[in-house]
T-cell receptor, first 114, second 117 residues
Framework: EAGVTQFPSHSVIEKGQTVTLRCDPISGHDNLYWYRRVMGKEIKFLLHFVKESKQDESGMPNNRFLAERTGGTYSTLKVQPAELEDSGVYFC????????????FGPGTRLTVL | AQSVAQPEDQVNVAEGNPLTVKCTYSVSGNPYLFWYVQYPNRGLQFLLKYITGDNLVKGSYGFEAEFNKSQTSFHLKKPSALVSDSALYFCAVRALISSGSARQLTFGSGTQLTVLP
């Protein structure tokens, strides 16, 4: 069974540019989550999709971040325009329906904003 | 609000010795507790979880964790450490609350485990 995949693995951009991260969840997982880890601190929740609907986006830091999940399959997270403080590792995770099901994480995208 | 504390940034242990990685939590309801491990340049891998029932949970690679409700702790343990266990370990919690509420995990800051040969 293929795991959660993320693209790109690394991205280096300049402040003010736009970056789009992609996540492909495990097939059949309706729940998709985005998290990020900044400067070696805690992994922080960004948002949660159930199929194509945003269930919870309380962790999105500001309106420079836009997440989509068209068709309820893969998801994209766009940062526009990027700021220095957006640097970090962005993780995607997916899970089955029940709230006790564990989340399966992708390898992450390391974003560096210069 | 829920929170997780991993009081040790770094834990060093000799190969063959038992290891413990500490985790305490705070939630307003009954918790679901998880341990994940991150190897270099890899994503987080699920190790084990506590949902309900037996307080001692067994997981992958010989790891286990003990849920202690009175101390609000969920320490990760292994009887005999291997060099290959060296990695970054994260504890996470999600509260068992009414349907429709948030399902996100709240993570601790991580503990770097180094097993010395």
């Amino acid at each position: 069974e293929a795991g959660v995949t993320q693209f790109p693995s690394h991205s280096v951009i300049e402040k003010g540019q736009t970056v789009t991260l992609r996540c492909d969840p495990i097939s059949g997982h309706d729940n998709l989550y985005w998290y990020r880890r900044v400067m070696g601190k805690e992994i922080k929740f960004l948002l949660h999709f159930v199929k194509e609907s945003k269930q919870d986006e309380s962790g999105m830091p500001n309106n420079r971040f836009l997440a989509e999940r068209t068709g309820g399959t893969y998801s994209t997270l766009k940062v526009q325009p990027a700021e220095l403080e957006d640097s970090g590792v962005y993780f995607c995770a997916s899970s089955l329906q029940r709230e006790w099901n564990e989340q399966f994480f992708g390898p992450g995208t390391r974003l560096t904003v210069l | 609000a829920q929170s997780v504390a991993q009081p040790e940034d770094q834990v060093n242990v000799a190969e063959g010795n038992p290891l413990t990685v500490k985790c305490t939590y705070s939630v307003s309801g009954n918790p679901y507790l998880f341990w994940y491990v991150q190897y270099p340049n890899r994503g987080l891998q699920f190790l084990l979880k506590y949902i309900t029932g037996d307080n001692l949970v067994k997981g992958s690679y010989g790891f286990e964790a003990e849920f202690n409700k009175s101390q609000t702790s969920f320490h990760l343990k292994k009887p005999s450490a291997l060099v290959s266990d060296s990695a970054l370990y994260f504890c996470a919690v999600r509260a068992l609350i009414s349907s429709g509420s948030a399902r996100q995990l709240t993570f601790g800051s991580g503990t770097q485990l180094t097993v010395l040969p």
